[in-house]
């Protein structure tokens, strides 16, 4: 099985794994699940970092790499359905990268990590 982990779930569990919910904690642990992070996540990071919202203890070319090495998690390119696919979604939450986030986890079929709830809005499974 695959699972997506939203940009806060990815940031938690390279940084302060205790913020993640049981659900997430236990999918995280399953060794039969595959982990991938979308592209809009790296996207929003780096956004973020150098907007000064997220302090990181690297770079975020540098954070990011290394973080999905040591947690074993693919990224995903933003392939053109994703984003055709997060204009058609409803109007639940502006943030463009959720919604590319959830366009994802809908086109892929993929259960996304998230303590977010407008993401069960666009229909998405959420482990939390």
């Known amino acids: 099985m695959r699972i997506l982990l939203d ?4 940031i938690w569990l390279a940084s302060d794994p205790q913020h993640l919910g049981s ?13 991938f992070l979308s592209a809009a996540s ?3 990071i780096v956004l973020k970092y ?10 975020p070319e540098e ?3 290394e973080q999905t090495r040591v947690q ?6 933003l392939e053109r359905s994703v984003i055709y696919q997060s204009g058609r979604l ?6 463009p990268f959720d919604r590319m986030i959830a366009a994802d986890s809908l086109i892929h079929k993929m259960p996304i990590l998230t ?14």
Not at 7 to 10: D, L, N, S, V
Not at 50 to 59: A, D, S
Not at 115 to 125: A, L, M, T, V
């Open 7 to 10: 940009t806060c779930a990815f």
């Open 42 to 44: 790296v996207w929003e």
């Open 72 to 77: 074993d998690i693919s990224i995903m390119n």
């Open 23 to 35: 659900g997430a904690r236990s999918a995280l642990e399953d060794p039969h699940k595959d982990r």
């Open 50 to 59: 150098h907007n000064g919202k997220l302090p990181l203890p690297q770079p």
């Open 90 to 95: 409803p109007i639940v939450h502006r943030d």
């Open 63 to 65: 954070w990011i790499e």
């Open 115 to 128: 303590p977010d709830e407008p993401f069960r809005e666009y229909g998405c499974h959420v482990i939390w």
